[in-house]
């Protein structure tokens, strides 16, 4: 006989998979997985043009780090189950509604949550990822051995990020200021590592000292650690939820004339500056846009400084990745609210997209300008401020412009289709290589690298006006819900 966890446990992977399919559609979602594998692979093959200049130890750090980073992105259960609580999702109910409805305790259904999420997003996005890096490592003359140890590695590093952000998310359901305190503590813990070098790496991300020692302690030390959070977690997330309540100024028409700018969108533009202040999105939003920014230094600094990698890394490098780290800020901007009431109003949604782009470039442009003056800075290259501030601000537009133009309103959900993901690869993966090529010319000096450099911001801003011009064409027949597009 089944046991009703295992029917629940089962019915939330259904349920993950039916949603994927909702918004991508089943031929999208199935190919996902072969995306990665195909990058990954290729990725990995590469390793063997620089085999010779970087160590074994430097390609495990970085992958295990962003790992660590992935699964602390996916782990963020605790503000999950309390959105799904408070809210419908739009057209969808989820099965976290059960506690409201059956005699089931909503930690049950987060520990079965947590766990559905690691085995899904495992076997949906690492094991390809894994076996793809296993092929091109398999090239370089490692043996199977090696690959089902960095199979190990690579999950539990997943599974202990996930549980680090359960834990966070679960105490920030009931703290914020307790929440702030330990993400400061965190970020002292890992100061100590890098610039401070008081500690290794390998001391706070347990499975590269197995890697160092082939101590397995490493390895069960690592299980244990994310089997406390995790229990702590649990432990820690407010059960009973409550819908939050307040009340806010009349401003709207204030909200307007400061939206002045943006002419006959400047009532769209308010709305949507209201939604962001009323759901608490903002610190949120620009967190997850300055946080990868910050990472993004922090490992190019450790491979330069700490580990003593000859790397040129420049202004200009970095400039080249803001338009990417915006993404995830635009995706926030089309997931604060069900769009559906907009069927019934005269929009279109051309316009609301565009309503967004406008209320997007004014979160990120000053952030952007701020960042490559901060950078340009602190490497002492003041000269390259100016041309990394055209890339970098161009570079925005343009990710922008791929991004609205290839998803519309549904960024958090159709970019993962493996149709649109091809799509968003290959139009924002070329001018990305050849700005960091640009970079590295620019930094030996010689006159290519800025004209590499200004055929590609030519480049980006002209397509940037095409796409931006066939918006209304492309969206105006489509309705505000959830369907595949």
Not at 152 to 162: A, E, H, N, V
Not at 235 to 255: A, C, D, W
Not at 332 to 345: A, G, I, V
Request: aromatic content about 14%; charged content about 10%; proline content about 4%.
């Amino acid at each position: 006989m089944v046991s009703y966890d295992w029917l629940l446990f089962t019915m939330m992977l259904k349920e993950e998979w039916r949603l994927h399919k909702s918004f991508i559609g089943g031929i999208g979602s199935g190919l996902f997985p072969s995306m990665i594998f195909l990058f990954s692979a290729g990725a990995a093959f590469t390793t063997q043009i620089f085999k010779t200049n970087i160590s074994q130890s430097t390609p495990i750090l970085i992958l295990h780090s962003l790992l660590f980073f992935y699964g602390f992105f996916v782990g963020g259960l605790g503000q999950v189950g309390e959105e799904a609580m408070r809210r419908r999702l739009g057209q969808l109910n989820v099965l976290l509604q059960l506690p409201r409805l059956l005699p089931v305790s909503l930690r049950k259904m987060m520990a079965m949550f947590f766990i559905k999420d690691a085995v899904y997003y495992i076997l949906y996005t690492l094991a390809p990822m894994v076996v793809g890096l296993g092929l091109g490592m398999y090239n370089t003359g490692l043996g199977i051995s090696y690959l089902a140890i960095f199979g190990l590695t690579s999950t539990l590093t997943f599974i202990l990020g996930m549980s680090l952000s359960f834990l966070l998310s679960s105490i920030y359901s009931k703290s914020l200021k307790l929440t702030i305190v330990l993400g400061a503590i965190l970020v002292a813990i890992m100061a100590l590592v890098s610039p401070l070098n008081i500690l290794k790496a390998s001391q706070l991300l347990l499975p590269l000292g197995f890697w160092e020692t082939g101590n397995i302690l490493f390895l069960i030390g690592t299980i244990a650690a994310s089997a406390v959070l995790f229990t702590a977690a649990l432990y820690t997330f407010q059960e009973k939820v409550t819908t939050p309540s307040g009340i806010y100024p009349p401003n709207y028409l204030q909200n307007m004339k400061a939206f002045s700018f943006s002419g006959s969108l400047s009532k769209l533009v308010s709305k949507e500056w209201l939604e962001i202040r009323r759901s608490g999105a903002l610190v949120p939003m620009l967190f997850g846009f300055i946080g990868p920014l910050i990472v993004i230094y922090g490992m190019t600094w450790v491979l330069q400084n700490g580990l003593g990698i000859p790397l040129k890394f420049n202004t200009i490098f970095y400039g080249g990745f803001i338009g990417f780290m915006g993404v995830m800020t635009y995706s926030w901007l089309t997931n604060l609210e069900p769009n559906d009431f907009l069927n019934f109003q005269p929009v279109g949604i051309h316009d609301v997209i565009t309503a967004k782009l406008v209320l997007y470039f004014v979160l990120v442009l000053p952030i952007t300008v701020t960042y490559v003056l901060l950078i340009g800075i602190v490497t002492n290259e003041l000269n390259l401020i100016i041309p990394a501030l055209t890339f970098s601000l161009l570079n925005t537009l343009y990710v922008a412009s791929v991004t609205t133009y290839l998803t519309g309103l549904w960024t958090n959900t159709m970019l993962f289709g493996a149709k649109t993901l091809s799509q968003f690869t290959g139009l924002t993966l070329l001018p990305l290589i050849s700005g960091v090529l640009a970079s590295f010319w620019v930094y030996d000096g010689t006159m290519k690298g800025y004209y590499t450099l200004a055929i590609i911001c030519t480049g980006m801003l002209l397509l940037s006006i095409i796409m931006l011009r066939k918006l209304e064409k492309k969206w105006r027949t489509r309705i505000f819900s959830f369907t595949v597009q």
